[in-house]
């Protein structure tokens, strides 16, 4: 139950009003801060307390948040943002009804036949892993792939989404090209426009596309962002990324992280993935040709026999953090 009143808390700004706070405030006080009823605020400032995401001092009858709950609840670019996660958790509810079905029938659910706080929350939750790692050490653990990027290179990011990834690395490599495609029209129309808020238009493109038929030629880097396990035939993709590379390019692959063996996948991070992908990665690869269905648990074995199915012959695993594995695959 605690899950809405979390997206509730963004959405109204209430977070943000408290943790703005110079000193404790009463239900009224936020309530008149963010122009909300104060009835209202009094009962979900009791949840939060209740729940340890804000303080309560019963000898004022006021509310507070620490620095760390603060951090957690209204940083949108820190990787431990919380409330991304629940907009993804929202869109299972709703869809659940929908992936019932499909269990009974073998069939998928398309990535784009899911609720739209699907594409909101995994921007959400993505974006500030992203903007921690991207830049700072993802990229630099590819061989050559910074010098390149800093000189001017063209650069296909497939699976963009909102263009979280896309938008990151052009901002900090103005000299090169960045285009982001999706087969979802409306995240290629929401990337265009959070590209235009960000200033990023000068060196992005935006087109839909799927991963097996994105135009262009000769890029220096193709990029997968946490999409190659939600697709159908990924070996069909890999052979593609294989044709569009130039013969020194680079395929970069970032995948959640796992394990070999389901066993040793028994961990909170498991707990997550296992579930998300169970009610919308499978489904999404079970929706398109050749249905795969890796699952976001995929193994690194798994994933080389993909790369490898495409043409590669370089894999090696670049980079690692508690959510994601970084590949980069040669020729």
Known sequence: MHGPSILIGEQLGLYKALAGASSPLTPKELADRTGTAERYVREWLAGQASSGYVNYDASTSKFTMSPEQAFALTNENNPLYIPGAFYIVGSAYRDQRKVADAYRSGKGLGWHEHHNDLFV????????????NLVGSWLPSLADVVEKLQKGARVADVGCGYGSSTIIMAKAF????????????????????????????????FEVATAKDYPGKDFDLVTFFDCLHDMGDPMGAARHVFESLKPDGTWMIVEPNAKESVSENMNPIGRVFYNASSMICVPSSLAQEVGLGLGAQASESDLRKVIEGGGFTRIRKTAETPFNRVFEARR
């Not at 929350?121 to 921690?132: C, D, E, H, N, S």
């Open 174 to 205: 103005p000299n090169s090209k960045f285009i982001g495609y999706d087969y979802h029209l409306e995240s290629i129309e929401a990337a265009r426009n959070i590209s235009y808020g960000e200033n990023a238009t000068a060196n992005t493109d």
């Open 121 to 132: 929350g995994t921007q959400k939750f993505f974006k500030p892993g992203y903007i921690a």
